[in-house]
T-cell receptor, first 113, second 114 residues
Framework: KAGVTQTPRYLIKTRGQQVTLSCSPI?????VSWYQQTPGQGLQFLFE???????NKGNFPGRFSGRQFSNSRSEMNVSTLELGDSALYLC????????????FGSGTRLTVV | GQQLNQSPQSMFIQEGEDVSMNCTSS?????WLWYKQDPGEGPVLLIA?????ELTSNGRLTAQFGITRKDSFLNISASIPSDVGIYFC??????????????FGKGTKLSVIP
């Protein structure tokens, strides 16, 4: 059974640019959550999608957005990148919403220069 | 917002020693989860706890859900070199029907000296 797949693994962008990250959940999983991980703030919740609808949102500016497709694959977008957006972005999937724990992908390492 | 205090921040131990780490919160959680993260990888679920007072084992790992629902601990017995990594606790909150949110501790970095 394939795990959660995130692409790309590494990304370098310039300040002011925008970026799109992709997440393919485990087959059959309908909930996808996104987290930002930085050394200073740790793991912070961005948003959760279920059946193509954003069901929950963390405390991040509107520059961070996401969407989910009918096959449960999800993308997150960050516009007008800032240096502070450099982080490991993790995607996690679960059957319905995490009641039995989430399975995380390996993440996308974003560096903003 | 909710915060989890995880301690210790880091540990250096000899191979074969037992390890203990814990998380405390000012908020109540429905579920406590413990994850391990290796460098360059995402967190991997080690143990999930669903009831206050629950004590659960997974091999050499044992975790407990505190009676007050505001704390949890993880013990690792007879540590081995592959136990090296960062261990995170996470408290799970119900947001809505079928929707949950995880709040993570800052992690405990474990180093094992052979």
């Amino acid at each position: 059974k394939a795990g959660v797949t995130q692409t790309p693994r590494y990304l370098i962008k310039t300040r002011g640019q925008q970026v799109t990250l992709s997440c393919s959940p485990i087959s059959g999983h309908r909930s996808v959550s996104w987290y930002q991980q930085t050394p200073g703030q740790g793991l912070q919740f961005l948003f959760e999608y279920f059946s193509e609808t954003q069901r929950n949102k963390g405390n991040f500016p509107g520059r961070f957005s996401g969407r989910q497709f009918s096959n449960s694959r999800s993308e997150m977008n960050v516009s007008t990148l800032e240096l502070g957006d450099s982080a490991l972005y993790l995607c996690a999937s679960s059957l319905t919403g995490g009641s039995y724990g989430y399975t995380f992908g390996s993440g996308t390492r974003l560096t903003v220069v | 917002g909710q915060q989890l205090n995880q301690s210790p921040q880091s540990m250096f131990i000899q191979e074969g020693e037992d390890v203990s780490m814990n998380c405390t919160s000012s908020s109540i959680f429905n579920t406590w989860l413990w994850y391990k993260q290796d460098p360059g990888e995402g967190p991997v679920l080690l143990i999930a706890l669903y009831k206050a007072g629950e004590l659960t084992s997974n091999g050499r790992l044992t975790a407990q859900f505190g009676i007050t629902r505001k704390d949890s601990f993880l013990n690792i017995s007879a540590s081995i070199p592959s136990d090296v990594g960062i261990y995170f606790c996470a408290g799970q909150t119900t947001i809505g029907a079928g929707s949950y949110q995880l709040t993570f501790g800052k992690g405990t970095k474990l180093s094992v000296i052979p």
